[in-house]
């Protein structure tokens, strides 16, 4: 049986549409300027167009400064890569405006924040130091971690806290670029979400893990008491792959068990890479069913994040 030849389409079959009459993304008023010499940062921020990440990066702020406006939390999460970037004077400084209400950060994070207070310096070359067979061994670093985690437990107080004010009574020299710190003075919740084995103060012989675990499990409960209350809030999530992401979904699980039920919050994930855990348990799973709204913003931290700080600044004060 002969097979009858395809032809191609003939388009004057289809139906045309006025181009005035159709729905398009972009317009006049969603176009950038062009940067002026001379210009304000606000200038820049308003020159940005209002398309794609620029249009969820205004967003961001626009939600961030809602919330503190009406006294709502805005709550910083973050892995230590962002104190490796030499981000904590701007972490600290919207701490100390009163912009961020509470931090968490995981082991990591504690030990890179102490080691800056403590001599300046921090990130030790891993490579070269485990072919030595002294990565990791910083004495100082062991001792004064452990040490607090063990003052912790026996007050029955959270690390977080208890870092925070050791830092600043031991009068460390660098203590002003300390979040933990920082946090202790401003008397705002600072965290700590400790994984057993994931930190190199666990492999001295001050560490102890009972009460490691008890200070970051008092830590755990608070930063839920925090997410109870993230209602008109914001949970601004930065390059914590695993750790926090899970903390912050069992906390908010928690917050809808006990009825707390917050609604019409923000989160946001800031990393160089979108992962899954901080997709799901930072983006999507809590805002669902309408609870709240959630944004993605992928950059560096060393650029985006002074970025962030400086329009919510701008905008806010």
């Known amino acids: 049986m002969a097979k009858k030849p395809i032809e191609p389409f003939d388009l004057s079959r289809i139906?045309?549409?006025s181009l005035s009459a159709r729905k398009s993304k972009?317009?006049?008023?969603?176009?950038?300027?062009?940067?002026?010499?001379?210009a304000s940062f606000k200038d820049l921020l308003d020159s940005l167009p209002d398309v794609l990440a620029a249009r969820d990066f205004k967003s961001v702020v626009d939600a961030i400064c809602e919330a503190r406006r009406h006294g709502r939390h805005f709550v910083w999460a973050m892995g230590a890569h962002s104190i490796k970037c030499g981000l904590s004077p701007v972490i600290c400084d919207l701490i100390r405006r009163g912009i961020i209400t509470a931090v968490a950060l995981n082991g990591a994070g504690m030990i890179h924040d102490f080691e800056l207070a403590f001599m300046g310096k921090t990130s030790e070359d891993v490579?070269?130091?485990?072919d030595s067979g002294e990565f990791g061994m910083?004495?100082?670093?062991?001792?004064?971690?452990?040490?607090a985690a063990i003052a912790a437990a026996n007050s029955n107080e959270g690390l977080g806290l208890t870092v925070g004010?050791?830092?600043?009574n031991q009068k460390l020299p660098y203590a002003d670029k300390s979040i933990l710190a920082t946090c202790a003075q401003e008397q705002i919740p600072a965290t700590l979400h400790v994984s057993i084995g994931t930190d190199i103060v666990h492999m001295h012989p001050s560490a102890d893990g009972?009460?490691?675990g008890k200070s970051s499990f008092l830590d755990f409960r608070l930063l839920t008491s925090v997410v109870a209350q993230l209602s008109g809030g914001v949970f601004f999530h930065v390059g914590s792959t695993v750790i926090l992401?899970?903390?912050?979904?069992?906390?908010?699980a928690i917050a809808q068990n006990t009825g707390a039920n917050p609604t019409n919050f923000t989160t946001v994930n800031v990393d160089f890479i979108q992962h899954y855990r901080p997709t799901q348990n930072v983006l999507r799973r809590p805002?669902?069913?309408?609870?709240g709204k959630s944004y993605a913003i992928t950059g560096h931290f060393e650029i985006m994040l002074p970025l962030f700080a400086a329009a919510i600044i701008e905008k806010l004060t």
């Open 26 to 38: 972009v317009s006049l008023t969603t176009l950038a300027a062009p940067y002026a010499k001379g």
């Open 15 to 17: 139906r045309q549409t």
């Open 127 to 130: 490579g070269s130091q485990l």
């Open 287 to 291: 805002t669902a069913s309408g609870r």
């Open 138 to 147: 910083a004495k100082e670093t062991a001792d004064f971690l452990n040490g």
């Open 245 to 252: 992401p899970e903390v912050f979904l069992k906390a908010f």
């Open 210 to 212: 009972a009460a490691i």
């Open 165 to 168: 004010k050791r830092i600043i």
